[in-house]
């Protein structure tokens, strides 16, 4: 298996612009999670799926943040409009069910807002 | 909301010494991991805590869960510039399924 797979590795856009991250997960799991990691604030959970359902979107920071998981092999997070302050790095991690199972992670998309 | 607090943010170490680092909260976790990132990639899987008292051993690297289950450390025995990396502790809740990240330890060894 290839690995929780996620696009662009890196993103440069200028504030205002619409950014749209993407995510594969890994073939199985049941469960995706978007994360962003800062120096300020470390690894924040931003929102997870279960079997393609949003379950938990309170770490979602606001209406500008949207994503969606369209089908078990796929998922977005969209950012509109942008602002510098959205810059870090954004993470998708998969998993499968049950207790205490470890968490894929993807290799990150770095987003640079100007 | 569960909080997990790491220490020492930053360690700089030379080759050969021991080091502990340690993960607090005063929230009870069903299960604690930790994971390892290095720069350009996503954290990666080191051990999985689920018993209070619980001590587990990957070769250089010893975890021990606290017997309350609201804490954990990671003692490094003569660390390796390989060991270089951000750690990260994560307590999974009694609802499941959601990690609680703590904040990282920045480890340096160098040669």
Redesign the interface.
């Known amino acids: 298996d290839a690995g ?1 797979i996620q696009s662009p590795r890196h993103e440069v856009t200028e504030m205002g612009q619409e950014v749209t991250l993407r995510c594969k997960p890994i073939s199985g799991h049941d ?1 995706l999670f978007w994360y962003r990691q800062t120096m300020m604030r ?4 931003l929102i ?1 799926f ?1 079997n393609n359902v949003p ?2 979107d309170s770490g979602m920071p606001e209406d500008r943040f949207s994503a969606k998981m369209p089908n078990a092999s796929f998922s977005t997070l969209k950012i509109q409009p942008s602002e510098p302050r959205d810059s870090a790095v954004y ?1 998708c ?1 998969s998993r499968y ?1 049950g ?2 199972n ?2 894929f ?4 998309t770095r987003l640079t807002v100007l | 909301t569960q909080l997990l607090e790491q220490s020492p943010q930053f360690l700089s170490i030379q080759e050969g010494e021991n080091l502990t680092v340690y993960c607090n909260s005063s929230s009870v976790f069903s299960s604690l991991q930790w994971y390892r990132q290095e720069p350009g990639e996503g954290p990666v899987l080191l051990v999985t805590v689920v018993t209070g008292g619980e001590v587990k051993k990957l070769k250089r690297l010893t975890f021990q869960f606290g017997d309350a289950r609201k804490d954990s450390s990671l003692h490094i025995t003569a660390a390796q510039p390989g060991d270089t990396g951000l750690y990260l502790c994560a307590g999974e809740g009694n609802a499941g399924n959601m990690l609680t990240f703590g904040g990282g330890t920045r480890l340096m060894v160098k040669p």
Request: charged share 15%; net charge negative; hydrophobic share 35%.
């Open positions: 929780v469960y470390g690894l924040e959970l997870y279960n379950i938990d993470f991690a069910g207790n205490y470890e968490q992670f993807g290799p990150g």
